[in-house]
């Protein structure tokens, strides 16, 4: 357990400056409740860290030793672009009115899905009699967009209903990941409109100082970064994962 307590006030002042002008017409303290909050974990740079993505989210540093975080305090030196929440897409068979994918397939082999996952080219899947279950269609997924040159696997299946799903590899509504066609498409569970899905994600750019208190009812789990600076400054709080 740790007390986090905040001391300080923003103060605005008329005239010039603080030596040229009357005394502060507007002073907001800035609190974390009212005498601090308790956390189980607390996690902080020792120096500035470097941040080279200006292209691509990637995870922030230090907060996957927290998995419910409460309190996230930043501080740039230039303009970083924070994401909270975000997503990957999840394409599963079944969903939103589709008829579910039955399993054994029944395949006797030459069916086809035609897949695509985000900005890369469509990818032709062409099953045998051999997949039959849903996890043997994943790797069969997987397989053709190996043999096509893209590094993502998104062939999975889901948790609880069995049924075979597709996910793209990056966060935010950008990201999509669909199922254009096929003679398997409405066997797997993927017949209209179950034909695609995005990604999710709040991006807030933040100019240098950044600090939110989410609280424990309603704690981030997962927050990303875009941008280039040298220095980024880190003070984070919540559970322990």
């Known amino acids: 357990m740790a007390n986090l ?19 502060a017409a507007k002073i907001q303290p800035i609190l974390v409740g009212c005498l601090g909050t308790y956390y189980n974990e607390v996690v902080s740079t020792d120096v500035p860290l470097s941040v080279n993505s200006p292209a691509e989210f990637i995870d922030v540093p230090l907060l996957d030793q927290i998995q419910n975080l409460e309190f996230l305090y930043v501080f740039a030196n230039a303009p970083i672009t924070y994401r909270f929440g975000g997503n990957i897409p999840e394409l599963i068979g079944g969903q939103n009115g589709a008829a579910p994918g039955v399993f054994p ?9 035609e897949c695509k996952n985000n900005d890369f080219p469509p990818v032709t899947v062409t099953f045998t009699a051999a997949d039959q279950s ?13 043999l096509a040159s893209q590094s993502e696997r998104p062939g999975f299946v ?37 034909v695609i899905a995005r990604g999710s994600g709040d991006d807030i750019l933040v100019y240098g100082l950044g600090m939110w208190e989410f ?27």
């Open 5 to 23: 307590e905040i001391h300080g006030q923003i103060s605005v002042v008329d005239g010039c400056s603080p030596h040229c002008g009357p005394t």
């Open 105 to 113: 397939t029944g395949f006797v082999g030459g069916e086809t899905l």
């Open 215 to 241: 609280g424990k009812d309603n704690p981030q789990t997962k927050v990303q970064i875009r941008g280039v600076a040298s220095q980024l400054t880190i003070l984070a709080a919540g559970s322990a994962a």
């Open 158 to 194: 889901a948790s609880g209903s069995g049924q075979l799903g597709l996910r793209g590899f990056a966060t935010g509504e950008e990201t999509t990941v669909e199922v254009l066609g096929g003679t398997a498409q409405v066997a797997l569970g993927f017949g209209d409109p179950n």
């Open 134 to 146: 849903a996890a043997q269609c994943a790797n069969a997924i997987d397989a053709a967009f190996a």
